[in-house]
């Protein structure tokens, strides 16, 4: 109870008998101390302190957005490289759980951001009160409890993904260069091409296979560029066709491009089924972009200064997704959805970006992809994902006096315009103050709107090295770690050179650190060069199995009998 409950647990285990005791009970010998130690470490080592999620939630890795399922994987074959965004920065993973099948919920906030998750896992809830983060588990949270929302920053990542590639009939077939990474320009294509383009595959099984996407007329410099980067992709001219309404379409036709397309994942059978191709998960910062450009540039649009920039997809998966890689590039965003089922339509989700700071973030990067950020003014206010508790008082002695003007008086809530002042002064904040600061700088908040059971599903969990935090999909909460445990031999014990060895062995004790009971006598006995004595109790004593108790002083003061195992001199032991 207390293991998993994050505590730590200490036990002295000199009680024990030695290896190769008479056992009365059995009328066998121990396997000693040193083997009792190691099967307790792998039995509390699977105590859980925090909860789980489930497979397909994301975390914010140095090596893309990553499915937990994937890094246990990787972990449990041996790959040490992983490292998840905190909100004090990257901190290495260092170890992960299978917890079997639990009873999950999923938690969804208002911004649009949800997991799945058992209800024993604590989330950091933000107290609206006192302005601190605490920890609560998911079965004690309610809903308008602020959740923390951890922003990313996917700088790390710099290295393009490599794509399986199939050489094809060059006599058979036209010539055409199929990618084998994907770079900006193809990941532009892509993200295009999910919005606004499908696979057209002859239904006669024939050799015509063509890549269309649908470009409006009114955005000649969308057309141009598209037609630009097909060149230099696939080293092949588009060709250009009137379609339905106000549309032109560009199309590729390659039968090998098609069975490419097949192969990597990347074919979409609707527009309501369109999806976020893994690799792009596991791509540079400078690559999703690419990709999310080509989205808005085929279904984005900028609204304003109040309506922000958003992008429309009938695809839900697609736009949870596309929310998920935002906050990974360090971009929060809202999901918004509007139902049009009443006239035979589908339902449009759209994500929004507002507030000055992330639409100006978002526009250096999305303006290098589309004209479409000319079409208004950007917003020049900092509303959007403010906190909803006014820290100007608690900060304002470290910042200064332009906290005041960045938090009118009177104002409850503390906008993105503030925290971006006290992300500039951080040098400034005291020690006792910095962690709060720093969750400040690295994450919003969000309501929780609904907390609904999913029925039972498979769990993982990881362990996060030093602060024991990451984000779940994005919302952050603590996370697992092996149990707390220390095992004491003290140092007459004659299983004291196995303990201290067991350390040495692979696969030995290896959920627990150990320690030796140092006497005065021993460290006496170390100074003066002289002999030790490893013994224990004399397990056949007929008063043994009442009155030890694991004090070897009071057992030779009550006059009964030690058997004396071995003696060694005291610094070999010591050495």
């Given at each position: 109870?207390?293991?998993a409950r994050g505590g730590g647990v200490g036990i002295n285990v000199s009680t024990l008998r030695p290896r ?556």
């Amino acid at each position: 109870e207390i293991m998993a409950r994050g505590g730590g647990v200490g036990i002295n285990v000199s009680t024990l008998r030695p290896r190769n005791a008479y056992v009365k009970g059995v009328n066998g010998r121990s396997s000693g101390a040193a083997s009792w130690a190691d099967l307790y470490s792998v039995v509390t080592g699977k105590i859980e302190q925090g909860g789980c999620v489930t497979a397909d939630t994301r975390i914010q890795t140095n090596q893309g957005l990553l499915k937990i399922i994937e890094i246990v994987e990787r972990i449990e074959s041996g790959d040490t490289s992983l490292m998840a965004w905190t909100h004090r920065g990257w901190k290495a993973i260092t170890d992960t759980f299978r917890n079997g099948i639990k009873d999950v919920y999923r938690v969804t906030t208002d911004l649009g951001y949800e997991v799945e998750i058992t209800g024993e896992h604590p989330l950091m809830i933000l107290d609206e009160t006192t302005g601190e983060f605490n920890l609560t588990k998911v079965q004690d949270l309610e809903v308008n409890d602020h959740v923390a929302v951890v922003v990313g920053n996917n700088t790390v990542n710099s290295r393009y993904q490599e794509i399986e590639f199939d050489d094809y009939d060059h006599q058979k077939y036209p010539y055409i260069k199929l990618p084998k990474l994907l770079d900006e320009k193809f990941a532009y294509i892509l993200g295009f091409y999910m919005a606004n383009g499908h696979l057209r595959i002859a239904s006669d099984n024939s050799y015509s296979t063509s890549l269309v996407m649908a470009v409006p007329i009114d955005r000649p410099q969308t057309k141009s560029r598209l037609i630009h980067y097909i060149k230099d992709v696939f080293d092949k001219d588009a060709s250009i066709y009137r379609g339905d309404g106000a549309v032109e379409e560009l199309v590729i036709s390659s039968r090998p491009l098609g069975h490419y397309f097949v192969k990597n994942n990347f074919k979409k059978t609707s527009a309501v089924d369109a999806f976020i191709p893994e690799i792009v998960y596991k791509s540079p910062a400078s690559v999703i972009e690419a990709f999310i450009g080509g989205w808005f540039a085929a279904d984005g649009c900028n609204r304003g200064a109040k309506g922000g920039l958003g992008i429309d997809t009938i695809s839900r998966e697609a736009a949870y997704a596309i929310q998920q890689l935002l906050l990974f590039i360090g971009i929060p965003s809202r999901i918004g959805y509007q139902d049009r089922s009443d006239k035979g339509w589908s339902s449009i989700y759209r994500i929004t970006v507002n507030g000055k700071w992330a639409t100006e973030k978002m526009a250096r990067w999305l303006g290098v992809y589309t004209e479409k950020i000319a079409d208004h003014d950007l917003p020049v206010k900092n509303h959007a994902f403010s906190y909803p508790v006014e820290y100007r008082t608690q900060y304002r002695p470290y910042v200064g006096a332009e906290i005041n003007r960045r938090v009118p008086h009177g104002n409850e809530n503390t906008s993105q315009h503030a925290i971006n002042l006290i992300r500039e002064n951080i040098s400034l904040i005291p020690e006792e103050m910095t962690d709060h600061a720093e969750t400040l700088n690295n994450c919003i908040v969000s309501k929780i709107v609904s907390i609904e059971s999913i029925g039972r599903h498979e769990t993982y969990d990881i362990t996060v090295d030093e602060i024991h935090m990451v984000g779940f999909s994005g919302i952050y909460g603590h996370q697992s770690r092996r149990g707390a445990l220390m095992l004491i031999l003290n140092d007459w014990h004659p299983d004291v050179l196995e303990f201290i060895n067991s350390k040495r062995q692979a696969g030995k004790i290896t959920n627990a650190n150990i320690s030796i009971g140092i006497s005065d006598d021993f460290m006496e006995a170390v100074k003066n060069d002289t002999n030790w004595d490893l013994v224990f109790p004399d397990t056949k004593y007929e008063k043994y199995d009442d009155e030890w108790d694991g004090i070897l002083e009071r057992w030779v003061e009550k006059g009964y009998p030690v058997i004396t195992y071995e003696t060694l001199k005291a610094r070999d032991i010591w050495n």
